[in-house]
Every structure is written in C-alpha cells, then in structure tokens.
C-alpha cells in the first residue's frame, strides 16, 4: 500500500526520483561497502521504517504529509548518486547518500525541516530524532565516538 502511495506522489509531482525493489537495493549496499572499502570512502545508510514513523505521527493524514515532504525535499536536493530503495517486506524506505559523512545527513535533516515549516508541519523534527538513526560506513564506530564526546562537552 505505502508502496503505490510513494510511486502515485512521484507521478503526481513528476518528481526526478527512482526507488529501487528491495532486491536491487540490497545489492546496491553491499557494492557501495565494497566500493567504500577500495576507495577509503564513506557513505550514510539510513533507514525510514514506515510504521515507526506512522506510530510517531498517529494518523493517516500526518504521515501522508510526512511523505509528501520527503519526497518535495529529495526531489530538490537530490544528488545524482544518492540511492533510495524498499527495505527488506517493503517495509520502509532505505537511503545512501554516497561520499558522505554524517554532516551530509545533518544538511539534509535542515532541509527536510526547512521544507516541513513551509508546510507547518512542526513534528517532523521528532519523527527524524525519533524514527531515523543514520549508520556511517565504514567509521561508524568513530563517528559515533565524536558525536558522544561532542554532547559531552555541550
């Protein structure tokens, strides 16, 4: 159902945005660990779990705003390398955004709020703390250090 809901909102806007099966995407992961790997590179893996994120914004018509400013805000800051596909069930939409780091998922949080405020939809700052944990690769483990060490001297 989220599925066809996604696919009509790209139609529908003539959105620049292609999702991978689920399949496709998984083979894409393990390419970019690989490429990663050889190249000394990083990119961000992250994870929308549908209803996770239906249970934080409790009904039909927050979470189909919630898309709908998901999509407007990927459609206008798309890289051309960035990669979205199915999870595994269909069961949310996964993301890479290749050749980064965390800051790149921390611009795109900006922008994804930038575009819920034209929309005065105030929540989805939460839904993003909430729902969305990025993964770093493959310096998840120093990434993760750094952030805790910064919080600590906040």
């Not at 993003?128 to 919080?151: F, G, M, R, T, W």
Request: include cysteine; charge should be negative.
């Amino acid at each position: 159902m989220m599925k066809e809901y996604l696919f009509n909102l790209i139609k529908k806007h003539q959105y620049n945005i292609s999702i991978y099966t689920e399949d496709i995407f998984e083979r894409r992961c393990q390419e970019e660990i690989i490429r990663s790997d050889e190249d000394k590179s990083s990119f961000v893996y992250i994870e929308f779990d549908f209803d996770s994120i239906d249970n934080t914004l409790g009904n039909e018509s927050n979470s189909q705003l919630f898309w709908n400013i998901f999509l407007e805000t990927l459609s206008k800051n798309k890289r051309g390398n960035d990669i979205l596909g199915f999870l595994e069930h269909e069961s949310g939409i996964g993301l890479l955004l290749l050749d980064s780091k965390i800051d790149g998922w921390t611009r795109l949080i900006g922008r994804f709020i930038r575009t819920a405020s034209k929309h005065n939809f105030d929540i989805m700052s939460l839904v993003l703390e909430k729902n969305v944990k990025p993964i770093v690769y493959p310096s998840c483990i120093q990434d993760i250090q750094a952030q805790q060490a910064a919080k600590q001297e906040q």
